[in-house]
């Protein structure tokens, strides 16, 4: 048996919420427009999410049980195919339903517990992002790229199929691990690219990467932003997202303060996304 919360809130309080509900063993989140529908085993005591909850002003909370096999195909089902980046992305039980090939790269993900299926805005802008960058390099195969949080490894895996040489993949909870390891086999991907449980400091030596990503929320960007831009090489990216619009100030500012300049920034759908660039 699962059960599942129905949240109401205002936007800004999407990012927190969502942290929290993961943090006391969420599965999975579905987002609608107004409001959060989040999935919990029966291992969680559903009084200690409401207290939790309970923190938080302006929210209305609902909860229902499911049943298990159910749950599992309606969290399935609401999985879709999306065209982003050059990329077809689809999890595996939606490959008998792709239409014709239109010339896209099939990415394939599976979400098990891990955050990131590919639909999300960030995720997406992310990819418009890499791509950009990828696009405008001499030498791709002998780039090296981290992917911080990295969760389904979707990033990952996308930046290994636009030819980057050396990928390397953090994240610090396991099921992240085990979700992009999965999904680099899926995809084929046996060499040129690791998964490491553990964080950015676990990755290498500063200096060793010429572009990371970090699609995090604002506390994890902030607390991570000068071991990132110590493990940029001189001239180096890196792409952010994950912010809510507003959110990206004090980023921007840490940024500066390690020597990172806006190259470009972007709010689609109330979500900021940038590309920085460390000095020389």
Known sequence: MYF????SLPDDLREPVTAVLYDHGCTGIEEL??????????????????????????????????????????WKERFDCV??????????????????????????????????????????????LLRQWADVQDNLPEKSLLDVGTGTGILAVAA????????TAVDTDESSVEAAEKNFAFNGITSGARVI????????????????????FL?????????????????????ISGLLAGQEKPVLEEAARQRLMVEDGLIINGWFSGMLRRAI
């Open 160 to 167: 290994h199929m636009m030819g980057v040489g050396s990928v």
């Open 197 to 216: 449980h553990g964080s950015i400091r676990a990755a290498g030596a500063a200096g060793s990467y010429d572009i990371i990503l970090a699609n995090l």
């Open 83 to 128: 065209r982003a980046a050059g990329f077809l992305i689809c999890p595996p039980w939606k490959v008998k339903d792709i239409p014709s090939p239109t010339g896209d790269k099939l990415l394939l993900i599976d979400p098990g517990n891990a955050f990131g299926a590919g639909d999300h805005v960030t995720t997406l802008t992310v990819l418009k």
């Open 4 to 7: 599942q919360f129905k949240i």
């Open 219 to 239: 506390e994890p960007l902030l607390e991570l932003m000068r071991p990132i831009a110590a493990a940029l090489s001189p001239g180096g990216a890196l792409i």
């Open 33 to 74: 427009d107004d409001s959060l529908i989040a999935y919990f085993p029966d291992t969680v005591n559903p009084d200690e999410i409401n207290g939790v909850l309970a923190k938080f002003e302006g929210l209305t909370v609902s909860c229902s049980p499911v049943v298990e096999k159910d749950w599992q195909a309606a």
